[in-house]
């Protein structure tokens, strides 16, 4: 007799170590900054105070610290829906509540340019991973709540500095060298702002686990005008990448000191978390 399977992974790693990112409880704050290069970990860790690094294991490296008083951690995800997946089941596996992408994102439409600042109230769903989550109809969107944090302090960032802010949908592709032109026009005549490679895996899990998640990009290239830089160093992406932490972090202050959560809380039903959706194979 052939012997059934009932091992559920995210069951046997709850609470404990966690097997990719070297994460336990108590060691990461109910907030984090997710990356996805390990060296822009260090990058948001010189903001913060009593900053240690906690583990850096693969492509998932990990530092807590505090700003302002509230615990911050900031995971790397590495690149691509696969990875950053594990990285956000296994983080909210330890207790974080609370993740806030910051990353690079490829333009789409005219008038953005390289250090400019994207912050998206959803993401079309280009990815593989998510399928194995959600029907394909789902939609994968941040918290509302934690996105307008993003947006304001974005707004109030920008003063006196010279980067745009943008703000709309975007998309979330697997494939960086098989977007063709026709796929990037196809994404531009839709309206969608700009492409990148891992939001919509945060979105659609954390919805799922009813977290809360959002994202602030800084603009690497345009891939509508041809306004990209492949073989040297960007120091408009750079500066663009400071600007987006920055924001979260700011982001994060007047999500507590408005008390967005318990908006959240009053205004949403009370979902059955232990139901999940399972694709036909």
């Not at 990356?35 to 010189?46: E, Q, S, T």
């Not at 600007?243 to 009370?270: C, G, R, W």
Request: hydrophobic share 40%.
């Amino acid at each position: 007799m052939t012997k059934k399977i009932n091992l559920d992974k995210s069951k046997e790693t709850l609470g404990n170590l966690q097997y990719h990112i070297q994460v336990a409880p108590g060691q990461v704050g109910k907030y984090v900054l997710l990356p996805g290069d390990p060296d822009r970990v260090l990058r948001i860790a010189k903001y913060l105070d009593h900053a240690k690094e906690i583990a850096f294991h693969r492509e998932h490296r990990t530092w807590t610290g505090t700003y302002k008083g509230i615990t911050v951690s900031a995971t790397s995800t590495g690149m691509g829906c696969p990875s950053t997946a594990i990285a956000v089941e296994e983080l909210a596996n330890v207790g974080v509540t609370h993740f806030i992408r910051v990353g690079s994102t490829g333009a789409l439409q005219p008038g953005m340019h390289i250090g400019d600042i994207v912050v998206n109230s959803g993401s079309m769903r280009l990815d593989g991973t998510t399928r194995y989550y959600v029907h394909d109809g789902f939609p994968a969107v941040p918290d509302t709540f934690l996105t307008r944090a993003l947006f304001e302090a974005a707004i109030n960032h920008q003063q006196g500095r010279g980067f745009n802010v943008f703000f709309g949908l975007g998309a979330a592709s697997d494939a960086f060298y098989a977007e063709t032109p026709e796929l990037l026009q196809m994404l531009s005549d839709h309206r969608l702002l700009n492409v990148e490679m891992e939001s919509s895996a945060i979105y659609t899990i954390a919805t799922l686990r009813g977290l809360k998640a959002g994202m602030v990009c800084a603009v690497s290239g345009n891939l509508l005008t041809g306004e990209v830089v492949y073989d040297r160093a960007n120091p408009g992406l750079i500066q663009g990448w400071e600007d987006a932490i920055q924001i979260a972090l700011e982001a994060i202050v007047m999500y507590e000191q408005n008390e967005f959560e318990k908006m959240t809380e009053k205004y949403s039903p009370k979902f059955d978390y232990t139901r999940r959706y399972h694709p036909q194979y």
